[in-house]
C-alpha cells in the first residue's frame, strides 16, 4: 500500500515520482493522507496536469490539489457489488478502516467482484487415471498455457474478490506447498490441510479450525471452468439456500421412438427423444452450519454430504454452468482443457 499512498504535505514532483513507479495497476492514482493517516484525497495524473496548467507551480502541496470527493467503501464482511461503480467508469475502489485509512483496493479492472466467502479447494487425489502424467507430480499441478491447473483456480477465485483459501493435500501435496507458499505473492491467505487419510471429496472441510465466513465455497483442484462464483453466492443468499451445486447440463440423445404408457394405454409417443439432465460439477457454495452434517476426520465424499442435506429437510438448489467445465480426469481431458486455453488466447 506503501506504493500508491503519499502524505498531503508531499509536492507534485514527488507525486509525479510515485505515480511513475507505480506498476501492475490499471490506473495510476495515489491515495492522500494525512498525520493521522486517514486518506483524504485521491490523486491521478489528470489531477497534476489540471494543476500545472493552472498554477504552473511543481512545489505546491498535493493536498491542496487532491480530489477529496472520491469514491471508497469501509472494509466489512457484506458482499461488495461492483457492477454500479464500473458503471461509473471507476477503475480502483479504496477499502479503508473507519478511520479512513487505507486497508486495500481493489482494482476493477482485474477483479470481478468483492465475495465475503472462504473457499476449500480438494487436491489430495492420486489421480490414477492421468498416469504417466501423475507419476512424479500431482494432478493440479499439471500444467495449462504453462500454469498450474491450481493456479488457475487460485487465481480464479482471486479475480472474484476471495482472499482466504484451505488447501487439502495428501499425493505429493508438498509440491503444490512449496509452489503456492502461504499466498502472500498473490495478496491472499492460503492454509493447507494434510490428509493423513484419504478423506474423500468433502471429509477435509471438518478439519478446518474455524472458517470466518458465513459462507464457504468448495471444489475439486482438477477442475477447468469458467464458472460464475459471483451468480452462485447471489442465488444462495437470494433463495436463502442451504447448499448450491454447481451443475453442467448433460443430454442424452435415444435412438429410437420411445412410448409413454398408462396401464396398457399409450398416451405419448416420441421419435428419437433428447433428455437433459444436470451433472454435478464439483463445485459447491453452502452455509457454515452445514460442515455440522460431516462427520470428522471420516472418508466422506460431497455426495454423502449431499444426501445427509437432502434427509434432514435442508433447502439445496443448483446452478447450471453455461460456459466451459472440464474434469480433468483422462488424458483426452487434460488435452481438451489446452485446446480451450489456445482459442481463449486467439
Known amino acids: 500500500m506503501q506504493n500508491i499512498l503519499i502524505h498531503k504535505d508531499r509536492t507534485i514532483i514527488q507525486a509525479l515520482e510515485k505515480l511513475n513507479m507505480i506498476r501492475d495497476v490499471s490506473r495510476l492514482i495515489l491515495f492522500v493522507y494525512d498525520d493521522n493517516k486517514s486518506v483524504i484525497g485521491s490523486l491521478t495524473d489528470g489531477d497534476v496536469r489540471r494543476s500545472l496548467v493552472i498554477n504552473k507551480d511543481i512545489h505546491r502541496k498535493v493536498g491542496e490539489i487532491c480530489f477529496k470527493d472520491f469514491v471508497f467503501e469501509y472494509d466489512n464482511k457484506d458482499f461488495l457489488d461492483l457492477k454500479p461503480l464500473r458503471k461509473k467508469n471507476i477503475k480502483i475502489l479504496p477499502i479503508l478502516d473507519q478511520q479512513n485509512r487505507l486497508l486495500r483496493i481493489v482494482d476493477l479492472d482485474k477483479m470481478k467482484t468483492v465475495l465475503p466467502v472462504e473457499c476449500v479447494i480438494m487436491a489430495g487425489g492420486r489421480g490414477k487415471r492421468l498416469s504417466p502424467l501423475t507419476d512424479k507430480i500431482p494432478k493440479p499441478m499439471m500444467l495449462i498455457d504453462g500454469k498450474p491447473i491450481i493456479e488457475h483456480n487460485v487465481d480464479k477465485l482471486i479475480s472474484f474478490g476471495i482472499k482466504k483459501i484451505y488447501i487439502?493435500?495428501?499425493?505429493?501435496?508438498?509440491?503444490?506447498?512449496?509452489?503456492?507458499?502461504?499466498?502472500?505473492e498473490k495478496g491472499i491467505e492460503i492454509e493447507y490441510i494434510w490428509e493423513d487419510e484419504p478423506l474423500g471429496t468433502a471429509g477435509a472441510v471438518s478439519l478446518v479450525d474455524s472458517f470466518n465466513t458465513d459462507c464457504i465455497f468448495l471444489m475439486n483442484g482438477d477442475i477447468f471452468s469458467d464458472v460464475n462464483f459471483e451468480e452462485l453466492y447471489i442465488q444462495l443468499i437470494k433463495k436463502n439456500a442451504d447448499m448450491i451445486v454447481a451443475t453442467i447440463p448433460y443430454s442424452v440423445d435415444v435412438p429410437y421412438a420411445i412410448m409413454e404408457f398408462d396401464n396398457e394405454m399409450v398416451t405419448s409417443f416420441k421419435e428419437k427423444p433428447k433428455f437433459t439432465y444436470h451433472a454435478n460439477a464439483g463445485i459447491y457454495l453452502f452455509k457454515k452450519e452445514m460442515i455440522n452434517l460431516i462427520p470428522k476426520n471420516t472418508f466422506y465424499n460431497?455426495?454423502?454430504?449431499?444426501?445427509?442435506?437432502?434427509?434432514?429437510?435442508?433447502?439445496?438448489?443448483?446452478?447450471?454452468?453455461?460456459?466451459?467445465?472440464?474434469?480433468?480426469?483422462?488424458?483426452?481431458?487434460?488435452?481438451?482443457?489446452?485446446?480451450i486455453v489456445k482459442h481463449m488466447g486467439s
Open 302 to 339: 460431497a455426495t454423502d454430504w449431499i444426501d445427509s442435506i437432502l434427509s434432514s429437510k435442508g433447502k439445496l438448489i443448483h446452478s447450471p454452468i453455461t460456459g466451459y467445465w472440464i474434469d480433468i480426469g483422462k488424458p483426452a481431458d487434460y488435452n481438451k482443457a489446452k485446446e
Open 168 to 184: 487439502s493435500v495428501k499425493y505429493l501435496g508438498q509440491q503444490i506447498v512449496d509452489y503456492l507458499g502461504d499466498g502472500k
